[in-house]
Nanobody, 122 residues
Framework: QVQLVESGGGLVQAGASLTLSCAAS????????MAWFRQAPGKESEFVSR????????AYVDSVKGRFTISKDNAKNTVYLQMNSLKPEDTAAYYC???????????????WGQGTQVTVSS
């Protein structure tokens, strides 16, 4: 069974930085691809970024390009989301997801973490 544990959220001011972490465990064949999604109150879940454990397949939603960077540490089975120049519109619950397909579609990911809240004040 794949388990994902996120950490690193918090309350920051606009322009600040945060790094989210997602520690993964369980069968690797079930979690070849990792992604971050976010959901703001009253809104649908939104794809943020993705990566494969091989390092390829990185992608970002347009609204975070140039500000967010996804990376991974295979030895630690951990994926990171470095978020710079945070904006109030980045406020959301951020979720780590794992699956067997390289996709931006929320329904294609099989495993999810519990989420970590990011709040950006203006």
């Amino acid at each position: 069974q794949v388990q994902l544990v996120e950490s690193g959220g918090g309350l920051v001011q606009a322009g600040a930085s945060l790094t989210l972490s997602c520690a993964a465990s369980g069968p690797t064949f079930s979690r070849n691809y990792m992604a971050w999604f976010r959901q703001a109150p009253g809104k649908e879940s939104e794809f943020v970024s993705r990566i494969s454990w091989s390092g390829g397949g990185t992608a970002y939603v347009d609204s975070v390009k140039g500000r967010f960077t996804i990376s991974k540490d295979n030895a630690k089975n951990t994926v990171y989301l470095q978020m710079n120049s945070l904006k109030p519109e980045d406020t959301a619950a951020y979720y780590c997801a794992a699956g067997r397909r390289l996709t931006t579609r929320v329904e294609s990911y099989d495993y999810w973490g519990q989420g970590t809240q990011v709040t950006v004040s203006s």
